[in-house]
């Protein structure tokens, strides 16, 4: 599997004050995602990266913005956060997995956000 | 509208027992992937499960296992001889179009599996 780390795992802020969320992976992976995972939500797809300085947007990426500057980091800004923004955020890679080679998500442990 | 819905909230199984959960989608794809994860209480989700457009056969995996219906459109995932350690949330994903390294997934809202010893 992919080593991926997301940093950092826990982070409580203000309303208003800008947030960075890290992402780094160590096997040169194209494609990475970032998605919010609310109660009774699942989990919502916030940016996606094809590949260094190329970026899309995903179903919820109002108030968000990414950037990839090298292929490893994946950075998921909050430029000014609000308290709806309070939520689990996932980084993710697209991964062969098993004999089969399904391309499959691998996911970091997630990075818990508190906007108070 | 949902494209991937998951009816049942919470289920509760007794151990040893097999369990079904829930999943139907929506797509005008010809081509489509079909996932689960397992989302345990420490929070890292962990792929179980991939069931092709395309695959004929279900996909099993150990003890798990995809009952396919694509003309219901639905893609149930199965665990049989149910542990303790299957406690967790469950999630049924969908990648639209052909898939290859690319392609978000679309997630249900999942369902949260106790197992009862």
């Known amino acids: 599997d992919a080593g991926i780390t997301q940093s950092p795992r826990h982070k409580v802020t203000e309303t208003g004050t800008p947030v960075t969320l890290r992402c780094h992976q160590t096997?040169?992976?194209?494609?990475m995602y970032w998605y919010r995972q609310d109660p009774g939500h699942g989990l919502r797809l916030i940016h996606y990266?094809?590949?260094?300085?190329?970026?899309d947007k995903g179903e919820v990426s109002d108030g968000y913005s990414v950037s990839r500057s090298k292929t490893e980091d994946f950075l998921l800004t909050l430029e000014s956060a609000t308290s709806s923004q309070t939520s689990v955020y996932f980084c993710?890679?697209?991964?062969?997995?098993?004999?089969?080679?399904?391309?499959?998500?691998?996911f970091g442990q997630g990075t818990r956000l508190t906007v108070v | 509208a949902q494209k991937i819905t998951q009816t049942q909230p919470g289920m509760f199984v007794q151990e040893k027992e097999a369990v079904t959960l829930d999943c139907t989608y929506d797509?005008?794809?010809?081509?489509?992937?079909l996932f689960w994860y397992k989302q345990p209480s420490s929070g890292e989700m962990i792929f179980l499960i991939y069931?092709?457009?395309?695959?004929?056969q279900n996909a099993t995996e150990g003890r798990y296992s995809l009952n396919f219906q694509k003309a219901r459109k639905s893609a149930n995932l199965v665990i049989s001889a149910s542990q303790l350690g299957d406690s967790a949330m469950y999630f049924c994903?969908?990648?639209?179009?052909?898939?290859?390294?690319?392609?978000?997934?679309?997630f249900g809202k999942g369902t949260k599996l106790s197992v009862k010893p």
């Open positions: 096997e040169n992976h194209r494609y």
């Open positions: 990266s094809y590949g260094v300085k190329d970026t």
């Open positions: 993710a890679i697209s991964e062969s997995k098993g004999y089969t080679g399904t391309v499959s998500h691998t």
């Open positions: 994903a969908m990648r639209e179009g052909y898939g290859g390294s690319q392609g978000n997934l679309i």
């Open positions: 069931q092709g457009s395309y695959d004929e």
């Open positions: 797509t005008s794809d010809q081509s489509y992937g």
